[in-house]
């Protein structure tokens, strides 16, 4: 069983930047795939960005290319997803997930198997 806990969320004005982060109980990165989700009010669990375990491919959504970064540091067991240009369509809660096949980067929320519980990203002046 492994363990995802997210921070680095919160409230922000138009045009700021924030940086997310996702730590896991035991060593994960370079065996999964992560991704991270995002999920706005009455909208469905979509992928925004994904990083294969060897971090030589990675996956963005249209909407979020150039302005997200997705990146994982092994060594301290994280995952990050840098946030540059936020808008207020960008508001939601962000999920890190991880998916353990290792295969491919997958972009539907039903291939990943383990989930943190969220952190709440609200962009507004």
């Known amino acids: 069983q492994v363990q995802l806990v997210e921070s680095g969320g919160g409230l922000v004005q138009p045009g700021d930047s924030l940086r997310l982060s996702c730590t896991a109980s035991?060593?994960?990165?370079?065996?999964?795939?992560m991704g991270w989700f995002r999920q706005a009010p009455g909208r469905e669990r979509e992928l925004v960005a994904a990083?294969?375990?060897?971090?030589?491919?990675?996956y963005y959504r249209d909407y979020v290319k150039d302005r997200f970064s997705i990146s994982t540091d092994n060594a301290a067991n994280m995952v990050y997803l840098r946030m540059n240009s936020l808008k207020p369509e960008d508001t939601a809660v962000y999920y890190c997930a991880a998916d353990s096949t290792g295969l491919a980067i997958r972009i539907e929320s039903s291939d990943y198997d383990y989930w943190g519980q969220g952190t709440q990203v609200t962009v507004s002046s």
């Open positions: 035991r060593r994960t990165f370079s065996r999964y795939n």
């Open positions: 990083i294969s375990r060897s971090g030589g491919s990675t």
